[in-house]
């Protein structure tokens, strides 16, 4: 009976021990290390600067050379009608650098149309000058009225800017003339006497009219030559051609 417990609490030992080393192997598979994540460091990557476009600046009061390209016409114009000229002599800023070559493009604008009416009484035209455009596409927005280019007026100064004599209503606007001349430039105020500058009459080739004509449209036809009167100061890059 002796030899019997003894045996059996052997055996109860050797299995106490083997349950103890089970249990440890279970919780060494079962408990792993956490994996360590390193840090990673990310660079910062600096925008390239853009550069430093130098700006040129034309003078309030500089007048543009321009030339009609297409028609507008007091009978079939109404407000709001885009239409295009050419630069004929290249606008300078300050230093004597061109920002607007010749060939640039300036869109006016139709703001006031006024038909040809019974009594003598002529149409008219009022416009307004909102864009430049160079032949590289660069666009520039201006505000410009339309003024008189006449041999005694106009003239280019030590920079080459077209610009005329100063005058009481340097806005004007486009009437009715007689036949041949399609329309002349009049003062808005008070009437009196414009520069005519039809279709075949450049500038430098003006005269004068009547404006007291017997009820003629006032049609602006392509080549047709006048000024554009800058009523703000604009700042322009200098002009630099596209290689092709």
């Known amino acids: ?20 080393d089970a249990f440890a192997q279970t919780k060494k598979t079962t408990t792993r290390k956490k994996p360590v994540l390193k840090k990673t460091t990310t ?54 650098v061109i920002v607007v070559p010749v060939g640039s493009t300036v869109t006016g604008k139709v703001t006031v149309v006024t038909p040809a009416a019974k009594g003598g009484k002529p149409g008219s035209i ?16 201006i505000s410009g009225d339309l003024t008189e280019l006449t041999s005694n007026s106009a003239k280019s100064d030590n920079e080459g800017t077209a610009s005329g004599d100063k005058m009481k209503n340097r806005k004007v606007i486009f009437i009715g003339g007689g036949a041949g001349l399609g329309a002349i430039i009049g003062g808005i105020a008070g009437g009196g006497a414009g520069t005519a500058i039809g279709a075949g009459a450049g500038a430098g080739a003006g005269i004068i009219a009547d404006l007291l004509v017997k009820g003629e449209e006032a049609t602006v036809k ?8 800058l009523n703000k100061a604009i700042s322009l890059p200098k002009f630099v051609e596209v290689e092709n």
């Open 1 to 20: 009976m002796k030899k019997l417990g003894i045996i059996t609490t052997v055996l109860t030992l050797f299995l106490a021990i083997g349950a103890v």
């Open 43 to 96: 660079t910062k990557t600096t925008a390239p600067t853009a550069p430093v476009i130098k700006l040129y600046a034309v003078d309030q009061g500089s007048v543009i050379r321009v030339r009609m390209n297409g028609t507008i016409s007091s009978k079939t114009s109404k407000v709001g009608d885009l239409f295009t000229t050419t630069v004929t002599e290249p606008v300078y800023g300050n230093g004597g």
């Open 126 to 141: 009022d416009v307004d000058f909102i864009e430049i455009k160079t032949p590289t596409g660069a666009k520039h927005t």
């Open 222 to 229: 392509p080549n047709t030559e006048f000024g554009v009167f």
